[in-house]
């Protein structure tokens, strides 16, 4: 499904946040953080006739930063993505900037197999596990919404490399997660001013608005009083070919009791049954089977072997008593949590026991 999270301060630990109304969006009436506002009013009366005028002090602030920032994910459909082994696992977010302010945000070092790339202007940048701490690839900066209500925004593409070995059904993750932090120094933010690349840190709740700082506000209920951080994952489900052979053995007739309750003497007709099931979701090409039978079989005697594909004739490849089916198709499984659907091909063969 697509997501759409607006954040702002979230707990240190990794989170997606809820979505918020397009009421916190960026419009063309917000006021950029920094803005300084004055205002002086005035007063004028009459005495005697002497006209008189007053002056009030002069009130003046500044305008404080309100962080808001979106992340939507290109999946539209419903989770978990299908995806095939082998293939590349792709999740394209859009992170967007809906604050009064310019923000920066951290990427972590992507994990073994994992690699981030995103534009600025012409540039892209391509982030992978090698990526050195503290890199500079690993900071992406966005402006502010401008005031006409459009936002600043940049695509993130997170690529997974699916094992050629992933079973199928097993789950795969593209993560995203991002620090809000500061774009620059600026010692009007806070009590204290903030250090360009420092974690962006909400205005305690508790402490009062002051006219002589800026200071960083979110939406009631989110507030933490640590670092913004938000998470966004995509699920991905493998789609491959999972394949089980089963054997089965039994006895169709022997010389005394024929075929009613007949037993493994010498003399009887032994049947074995070789199921392949396919509980995948990508249909098996060109499975070889092969069956090395005891050697107390004589496959070249006068009895004549019988040996059936899902109950039609085929004839397989005999090297002495080792038995070759190639080339088989297993079909897929339709829902790998339904036994029921999976696909299956069975082998059956008849020899006789000396």
Do not use: C
Not at 5 to 22: D, R
Not at 306 to 334: C, E, H, Q, R
């Amino acid at each position: 499904m697509k997501l759409k999270t607006f954040a702002l301060i979230a707990a240190s630990s990794a989170m997606t946040l809820p979505a918020f109304a397009a009421d916190y969006d960026l419009t063309a009436t917000d006021t950029l953080f920094g803005t300084g506002v004055s205002n002086t009013a005035s007063l004028s009366y009459s005495v005697n006739g002497t006209d008189i005028a007053e002056m009030s002090n002069t009130v003046e602030f500044k305008v404080d930063r309100k962080v808001i920032f979106s992340v939507t994910d290109n999946h539209t459909g419903a989770e978990p993505v299908i995806v095939n082994a082998g293939d590349t696992a792709t999740t394209i977010y859009t992170l967007q900037n809906d604050s009064n302010a310019p923000i920066s945000f951290e990427l972590p070092i992507p994990a073994e197999g994992t690699e981030y790339s995103y534009t600025i202007g012409s540039i892209t940048t391509t982030v992978t596990s090698g990526t050195l701490a503290g890199s500079s690839d690993l900071i992406i900066p966005l402006g502010e919404g401008d005031l006409a209500g459009d936002s600043d925004l940049v695509e993130i593409t997170v690529e997974i490399t699916v094992p050629d070995n992933a079973e199928s059904g097993s789950d795969i993750t593209t993560s995203l997660v991002l620090v809000a932090v500061e774009p620059a120094t600026n010692t009007e933010i806070g009590a204290a001013g903030v250090t360009i690349g420092d974690p962006i840190v909400a205005t305690a709740s508790t402490e009062a608005w002051d006219e002589d700082v800026i200071q960083t506000i979110s939406i009631a209920g989110l507030l933490d009083d640590t670092s913004v951080t938000l998470t966004s994952d995509q699920a991905f489900i493998v789609s491959a070919s999972d394949i089980a052979l089963v054997k089965g053995v039994a006895i169709l007739s022997d010389p005394i009791n024929l075929t009613t309750n007949p037993k493994a003497i010498p003399g009887a007709i032994v049947e074995y049954t070789l199921t392949i099931t396919n509980s995948g979701l990508i249909e098996a090409t060109g499975v070889d089977l092969t069956d090395e039978v005891p050697t107390a079989f004589d496959l070249t005697d006068a009895y004549l072997e019988i040996y059936t594909l899902d109950g039609a004739n085929i004839v397989p490849t005999i090297d002495v008593n080792k038995l070759t089916f190639t080339g088989l198709t297993i079909p897929a499984a339709t829902d790998i949590n339904e036994k029921s659907t999976y696909g299956e091909t069975i082998i059956k063969f008849t020899v006789k026991l000396p």
